[in-house]
């Protein structure tokens, strides 16, 4: 079955460290995201791709970085990880413009010491 | 630009009580979805519904029911006849679809409400 995948599940780094967040969707989906998910905010929009080579910034963009070099893969890559940035991070996919649905991962918590 | 504000942050029943989760959404754009996502204490999104805004009719799915009114901006979730397994924070989420509209095509979330059913 096709599915969204999060790697790894749980991290404890050290402020200061680069960390990357792997994704991967098997639905051959256009559209990705990523989200991060804190008390009393919801869920905020990291960065978003439409495809391979297209990236956005979304509303909290600051201190994170994504690469889409395939349409599988959204890595999330934190160039020097603050404490700030202890969150639970969630990938989503959808197929395109038309179809809305977008399908979650099963998220990543990370926890910046 | 868009937003969507669910102003219950908690709310607490006994089970058999019906449930109301307010969302309020604003937008610039006559062409949007809104959704509601479930996400129970194991963590993941569960996709509950989408409804598009030339679509005011009100859905009910088994216990589950929505009521739209673009009049009021806002897109109300009912549960009936709670159960603990509805334990979850539920967050309502605003889609614009127009590419050219600034913050189109992505899915912008409330702040969840935590609903606790007690047996």
């Known amino acids: 079955d096709a599915e969204i995948t999060q790697s790894p599940r749980h991290k404890i780094t050290e402020t200061g460290r680069q960390v990357t967040l792997a994704c991967h969707q098997t639905?051959?989906?256009?559209?990705m995201f990523w989200y991060r998910q804190d008390l009393g905010h919801g869920l905020r929009l990291i960065h978003y791709?439409?495809?391979?080579?297209?990236?956005n910034k979304g509303e909290v963009s600051d201190g994170y970085s994504v690469s889409r070099s395939n349409t599988e893969d959204l890595p999330l890559t934190l160039e020097s990880a603050a404490s700030s940035q202890t969150s639970v991070y969630f990938c989503a996919s959808s197929e395109g413009p038309g179809q809305l649905k977008q399908y979650f991962g099963p998220g990543t918590r990370l926890t910046v010491t | 630009a868009q937003k969507v504000t669910q102003a219950q942050t908690e709310i607490s029943v006994v089970e058999k009580e019906d449930v109301t989760l307010d969302c309020v959404y604003e937008?610039?754009?006559?062409?949007?979805?809104l959704f509601w996502y479930k996400q129970p204490p194991s963590g993941e999104l569960v996709f509950l519904i989408r409804r598009n805004s030339f679509d005011e009719q009100n859905e009910i799915s088994g216990r589950y029911s929505w009521n739209f009114q673009k009049s009021t901006s806002s897109f109300n979730f009912t549960i009936t006849a709670s159960q603990v397994v509805d334990s979850a924070v539920y967050f309502c989420a605003l889609y614009q679809l127009r590419r050219h509209i600034q913050g189109a095509q992505k899915l912008v979330f409330g702040q969840g409400t935590r609903l606790t059913i007690n047996p």
């Open positions: 791709s439409y495809g391979v080579q297209d990236t």
């Open positions: 639905w051959n989906h256009n559209n």
């Open positions: 937008t610039r754009d006559t062409t949007y979805y």
